[in-house]
T-cell receptor, first 111, second 116 residues
């Protein structure tokens, strides 16, 4: 699975959009980009995933660059409850592969 | 909304004892996983399970560990002889098969295992 690079920490004001970047320059054509988050010591929570196209669900939007070498997770209106560690994970499709968690980005939403 | 459940939430055991951690995956899911997270460290993959057999396992998952799906709803992780370094939060996860090839995993709340 391709390696990902994320900033270790970011702050965001409550109510503003949080834009979390991820670099995955060695991604291959059949690898998905997944985003998970972990609030304190709770179980990781699935947020969104994508292959090539931008994706949106009730939690977030995922923007993947045309060359697929980087992506941005967007939380449109961050709340204090969005304070968490956010993980960008690249994983091969076609089988239920393990997720390899890095250190992620600690997002702190400030009041 | 369906969710993965885990019991117990906290388990304290003495070194050398056997422990069984229990998980109830989401009911229509076919793939099951165990991960662990030592305090302050990354989430680490242990094992995946499909069709009543192990699909993948990490180097951590040695002969002291085993997994089982004893019935149609439970998925268990057994540690035969616990060591101090097994102290961690253990997360169970499950996913369903998508023909698209993506497998988003849904995690339980975890069991905190403390080995004394």
């Amino acid at each position: 699975d391709a390696k990902t690079t994320q900033p270790p920490s970011m702050d965001c004001a409550e109510g503003r959009a949080a834009n979390l970047p991820c670099n995955h320059s060695t991604i291959s054509g059949n690898e998905y980009v997944y985003w998970y988050r972990q609030i304190h010591s709770q179980g990781p929570q699935y947020i969104i995933h994508g292959l090539k196209n931008n994706e949106t669900n009730e939690m977030a939007s995922l923007i993947i660059t045309e060359d697929r070498k980087s992506s941005t997770l967007i939380l449109p209106h961050a709340t204090l409850r969005d304070t968490a560690v956010y993980y960008c994970i690249v994983s091969y499709s076609g089988s239920a592969r393990q997720l390899t968690f890095g250190s992620g980005t600690q997002l702190t939403v400030l009041p | 909304e369906p969710e993965v459940t885990q019991t117990p939430s906290h388990q304290v055991t003495q070194m050398g004892q056997e422990v069984i951690l229990r998980c109830v995956p989401i009911s229509n899911h076919l793939y099951f996983y165990w991960y662990r997270q030592i305090l302050g460290q990354k989430v680490e993959f242990l094992v995946s399970f499909y069709n009543n057999e192990i699909s993948e396992k990490s180097e951590i998952f040695d002969d002291q560990f085993s997994v089982e799906r004893p019935d149609g709803s439970n998925f268990t992780l057994k540690i035969r002889s616990t060591k101090l370094e097994d102290s961690a939060m253990y997360f169970c996860a499950s996913s369903e098969h998508w023909t698209s090839g993506s497998y988003e995993q849904y995690f339980g709340p975890g069991t905190r295992l403390t080995v004394t």
